[in-house]
């Protein structure tokens, strides 16, 4: 699955947004004050691997569409919880690495590559883990829409 620079680079921001540590591009837009702190503690979050600090920012009818073939939308905390609990628990080694980051009034997109490291057997989709002792990388694009400071949608592409 591939998509244009343009359409990733349009998708981008969540997952790693800000976090200590991690890296940004130079073309990185400062957002409002506000959005800039929503958008480090985010990151801060996901770089913990701590699902319910991730959610605490996330609306109640929170959704999370991962766009990946066979993998439906999941709509409200606990259905957001258990996707995000089980990409912590395929790779529990999950880390991220900023490619970009972009911001807009209430929203943000970030181009990030995840280093994966599968540590079982797993099925996302069509997709197919096995797991080799091998790490490799998984581009990705988040996009973050936010309502009242919080997340109201995380919407994730993978290449």
Known sequence: MSYTR????????????????CATSASQQSP????????AAYGAAWASRDVDRILALHTADTEFPLFVAGVATARGRDAVRRQFSWAFETNPT????????????????????????????STLGRWRFTPTGAAYDARAIDVLYFKDGLVRAKHTYLD
């Not at 409002?32 to 958008?39: D, E, G, M, S, Y």
């Open 6 to 21: 343009q359409a990733l680079v349009a998708l981008a921001l969540v997952t790693l947004a800000v976090a200590p540590g």
């Open 32 to 39: 409002a004050p506000a959005l800039a702190r929503t958008v």
């Open 94 to 121: 999950y880390a991220a690495r900023i490619l970009s980051v972009s911001t807009a009034a209430d929203a943000a997109t970030i181009e990030y590559v995840i280093a994966m490291a599968p540590q079982k057997p």
